[in-house]
């Protein structure tokens, strides 16, 4: 008997209230906030509990690029106003933030959160910053004289040079200060920065960039007093570089482009200075032109893009195969975001009857007896936080100012 056709999957929710097409979406830590920006600098945070805005403001006077986070309370905005915000908002500051969706807004009137940094970067080529934490013996724990909290780890964020469109700036926060400047490569033609990606550990710092020629370079710093030295490039697109993202494993990371091309890049050892044989690890020849917003899940099994064609499709990270095809928005798709997938030893909950599923502790023959207990306790809105907080949501933005959340793997 012939297997029956399924049907086409269905985002589980639609959250609307945009008016203009979303650029960004972000996951904070412990997935009970989901930050959505769009190209009119509007900022909303959705409490994924009840699929309802907690705070919602104007972030910049133009396009938003990127959002991240730093820590459980403080927010980082990229604008095509050519700045870099750092915004501070707690679940306490939420109480007094606006709620009121932009499609309803009024931008004078809006309340914004409590304003920690602003530093002037170059965003004219609508390259998003990239950010990590420093992991540097310089990185020191310090204490914040604005915020009177101790910062746990300074950040390092990069961002495209604002004179020279081929180099990049690597700045530090809290400092503030300048931490190195990769200059663009004289022999090689590789236009505008249009993609980066940063990493460091306690003996390196790695930087990935993305041109507008197709080309993708890795650079590497050994010592904070060093320059920055490249030891990879390759040209696998024969259009723009659109979009990257960094592997949970480090170990990779990948590029898609205005070509079909996606393709999985080595980040080489910084041992290999100097060696240019190095080539991608595979290119995959999809037939679907347009795919940006590439997102990695957090346990490295999968990632996503979001197509001009307004499909979002989902990848197997090992094969580099197509998974699942995402469809429902009648424009193109900017954005996508994983939230953080659980380790097998976390509880989740199960969203129908709100009781404890929990994955069985070996060391604890009685864990599900004890989160059932637990369990009991709970409020309703505990219950709905823990069930918001346990889903693998996918998020996907598009042109049509909508966010649709999907619940598929």
């Given at each position: 008997?012939?297997?029956?056709?399924?049907?086409?999957?269905?985002?589980?929710?639609?959250?609307?209230?945009?008016?203009?097409?979303?650029?960004?979406?972000?996951?904070?830590?412990?997935?009970?906030?989901?930050?959505t920006a769009d190209a009119d600098?509007?900022?909303?945070?959705?409490?994924l509990a009840f699929k309802r805005?907690?705070?919602?403001?104007?972030?910049?006077?133009?396009?938003?690029?990127?959002?991240?986070?730093?820590?459980?309370?403080?927010?980082?905005?990229?604008?095509?106003?050519?700045?870099?915000?750092?915004?501070?908002?707690?679940?306490?500051?939420?109480?007094?933030?606006?709620?009121?969706?932009?499609?309803?807004?009024?931008?004078?009137?809006?309340?914004?959160?409590?304003?920690?940094?602003?530093?002037?970067?170059?965003?004219?080529?609508?390259?998003?910053?990239?950010?990590?934490?420093?992991?540097?013996?310089?990185?020191?724990?310090?204490?914040?004289?604005?915020?009177?909290?101790?910062?746990?780890?300074?950040?390092?964020?990069?961002?495209?040079?604002?004179?020279?469109?081929?180099?990049?700036?690597?700045?530090?926060?809290?400092?503030?200060?300048?931490?190195?400047?990769?200059?663009?490569?004289?022999?090689?033609?590789?236009?505008?920065?249009?993609?980066?990606?940063?990493?460091?550990?306690?003996?390196?710092?790695?930087?990935?960039?993305?041109?507008?020629?197709?080309?993708?370079?890795?650079?590497?710093?050994?010592?904070?007093?060093?320059?920055?030295?490249?030891?990879?490039?390759?040209?696998?697109?024969?259009?723009?570089?659109?979009?990257?993202?960094?592997?949970?494993?480090?170990?990779?990371?990948?590029?898609?482009?205005?070509?079909?091309?996606?393709?999985?890049?080595?980040?080489?050892?910084?041992?290999?200075?100097?060696?240019?044989?190095?080539?991608?690890?595979?290119?995959?020849?999809?037939?679907?032109?347009?795919?940006?917003?590439?997102?990695?899940?957090?346990?490295?099994?999968?990632?996503?893009?979001?197509?001009?064609?307004?499909?979002?499709?989902?990848?197997?990270?090992?094969?580099?195969?197509?998974?699942?095809?995402?469809?429902?928005?009648?424009?193109?798709?900017?954005?996508?975001?994983?939230?953080?997938?659980?380790?097998?030893?976390?509880?989740?909950?199960?969203?129908?009857?709100?009781?404890?599923?929990?994955?069985?502790?070996?060391?604890?023959?009685?864990?599900?007896?004890?989160?059932?207990?637990?369990?009991?306790?709970?409020?309703?809105?505990?219950?709905?936080?823990?069930?918001?907080?346990?889903?693998?949501?996918?998020?996907?933005?598009?042109?049509?100012?909508?966010?649709?959340?999907?619940?598929?793997?």
């Open positions: 008997m012939a297997a029956q056709n399924l049907p086409p999957a269905q985002p589980a929710f639609i959250l609307r209230g945009h008016t203009a097409q979303i650029h960004a979406l972000h996951f904070t830590p412990g997935n009970d906030r989901l930050l600098g509007w900022l909303v945070s959705w409490n805005p907690a705070a919602v403001w104007k972030a910049h006077s133009n396009a938003i690029l990127a959002v991240g986070s730093w820590g459980p309370e403080i927010i980082i905005t990229h604008g095509r106003d050519n700045q870099l915000l750092v915004w501070r908002l707690s679940e306490q500051d939420e109480a007094h933030m606006d709620k009121t969706l932009p499609v309803e807004a009024d931008a004078f009137n809006s309340q914004q959160p409590w304003l920690l940094h602003a530093m002037p970067v170059n965003a004219l080529n609508f390259c998003p910053f990239a950010m990590c934490y420093d992991g540097m013996p310089h990185a020191i724990s310090a204490r914040n004289a604005v915020t009177d909290t101790t910062v746990i780890c300074p950040i390092l964020f990069a961002v495209p040079n604002a004179i020279d469109s081929g180099g990049i700036d690597i700045f530090e926060l809290p400092s503030r200060k300048r931490a190195a400047t990769v200059n663009s490569d004289r022999s090689i033609t590789t236009g505008m920065v249009m993609a980066l990606g940063i990493m460091a550990d306690t003996t390196k710092i790695q930087l990935a960039a993305g041109f507008e020629s197709g080309h993708t370079m890795v650079f590497v710093q050994t010592d904070p007093a060093a320059p920055f030295e490249r030891l990879y490039c390759a040209k696998p697109h024969s259009q723009p570089v659109l979009s990257m993202v960094i592997s949970p494993c480090k170990d990779h990371y990948i590029t898609s482009s205005a070509d079909a091309n996606i393709v999985k890049h080595p980040f080489p050892s910084a041992k290999s200075i100097f060696k240019t044989e190095f080539k991608p690890i595979r290119v995959s020849a999809t037939r679907h032109s347009g795919q940006q917003g590439l997102s990695y899940r957090s346990d490295g099994k999968l990632f996503a893009t979001a197509g001009w064609d307004s499909a979002v499709r989902v990848y197997s990270a090992k094969t580099m195969k197509e998974l699942a095809v995402l469809k429902w928005h009648k424009e193109g798709c900017y954005a996508t975001a994983f939230a953080t997938v659980k380790s097998l030893t976390d509880r989740s909950y199960d969203s129908n009857s709100c009781s404890t599923v929990a994955h069985e502790d070996p060391e604890s023959k009685s864990s599900l007896g004890i989160a059932f207990r637990v369990s009991q306790n709970l409020s309703i809105q505990e219950k709905r936080n823990r069930v918001a907080q346990s889903t693998h949501w996918v998020a996907v933005g598009s042109k049509d100012g909508k966010i649709s959340l999907w619940d598929i793997y």
